[in-house]
């Protein structure tokens, strides 16, 4: 029902920032519906919370990102964006989208990100 697909990630230097992009296709009404995230997985670690944008716009952030991070979201374009500022090598892994409600929870297949020191 709902298909999502990131785009963005690449190797950089510390310090340096990257934007990653996640579109969404299928029913807008379901993905409108949905909080939409960004999840990483580092090497041998599980995957954790980046970030999330609820359906109303409000914003949520793990707090090693904090100030750092930013995601927002186009529901006309059915995209989440997470901007990445200042990163660090601790930064690295591979960055899922996600789109969840009480009913549905779907990903994306990922897109890797590594940052250099």
């Known amino acids: 029902q709902v298909q999502l697909v990131e785009s963005g990630g690449g190797l950089v230097q510390a310090g340096e920032s990257l934007r990653l992009s996640c579109a969404a296709s299928?029913?807008?009404?379901?993905?409108?519906?949905?909080?939409l995230g960004w999840y990483r997985q580092a090497p041998g670690k599980s995957r954790e919370l980046v970030g999330i944008?609820?359906?109303?716009?409000?914003?949520n952030y793990a707090d090693s990102v904090k100030g750092r991070f930013t995601i927002s979201r186009d529901n006309a374009k059915k995209t989440v964006v997470l901007q990445m500022n200042s990163l660090k090598p601790e930064d690295t892994g591979v960055y899922f989208c996600?789109?969840?409600?009480?009913?549905?929870?779907?990903w994306g297949q990922g897109t890797q990100v590594t940052v250099s020191s």
């Open positions: 996600n789109g969840r409600n009480t009913r549905f929870d779907f």
């Open positions: 299928g029913n807008i009404f379901i993905i409108n519906a949905m909080g």
């Open positions: 944008v609820t359906s109303g716009g409000s914003t």
